[in-house]
């Protein structure tokens, strides 16, 4: 039992660091970039809304292939894109429509939990990738919050504070484990006195 505590205890200290630690190089890719963190060819997104659920859910964390505007996409696909407008503001629907004109290709896009197609057809140089299904659900909440001023600040308070509180149960259980031999030996030093005491008064 002592032993699949341990090893639970180990398990879930493996996943908190892991996670502490994707957290943090995710922020402070983004903040260098002044972009999104990119792991290969890959690039990270946090989804905001739930216009493709089922299959990608609010508060996801999602990562594109990123292509050059020369690839062809085809109906089913799901497209990353730039807003013209707003060209750091990304949108991931997928393609229900292909559209030619005079050699130019534009994609109707789609919501999977909309009812409409969106209204402006994507160019393909808004096109900045595609997603291949990989998916983290609800991970997007901590980035997000972990972007923010205040993610921050307890970014850098967090470790330090916990390290130490690990350096003070360290050090606790070593003062406990020397602690014990002293107490165990002085009570076997006891016991041989009264024993003593008691073949000397027989």
Known sequence: MKKTLKMLKSGVSTILTVFIVFIVAFVVQTQMTGGNAQVLDYEILTV????MEPDIQTGS???IEATDQSREYSEGDVITYAIPDDPDTYVTHRVVDVQQN???ISYVTQGDNSSTPDRDPVQSEQVVGHYNGITIPYLGYAVDYAKSDQGIVLMLIAPGFLLLISSFVQVWRIVRDTEQPKE??????VETDKQEGHEKTL
């Open 184 to 189: 165990i030996a002085a009570t076997e030093a």
């Open 61 to 63: 964390v999602i990562a």
């Open 102 to 104: 005079e050699g130019e």
């Open 48 to 51: 905001l809304s739930g216009s």
